[in-house]
């Protein structure tokens, strides 16, 4: 379980920052609220990974699901895209 562990946790680790990069750099708002909730479905996954399955559950309900309603419930009100 070692090499394994340790190769899965480095890689959900850079997707996570691949995923939080995305989220900022995107002018999209919309594709932006994605790319937010699949950053927290990675962070999710890695604390999963580390045995923690209730903040895993805790962070994907809250973080993927109600975070990112919220968010699309916002964007919905304004402009879906960033002016420059």
């Known amino acids: 379980m070692g090499m394994e562990f340790l190769i899965a946790n480095i890689l959900v680790l850079i997707l996570t920052v691949v995923a939080s990069l995305v989220a ?3 002018r999209d708002l919309l594709a932006a609220a994605v790319a937010m ?11 999963f990974i580390l045995q923690a399955p209730d903040v895993a559950i805790a962070e994907a309900g809250v973080g993927a699901c109600l975070s990112t ?11 879906r895209t960033e002016d420059e």
């Open 69 to 79: 309603a919220i968010v699309i419930i916002a964007i919905k009100g304004t402009k």
């Open 24 to 26: 900022v750099l995107l």
């Open 37 to 47: 909730a699949a950053m927290s479905l990675l962070l999710s996954l890695e604390f």
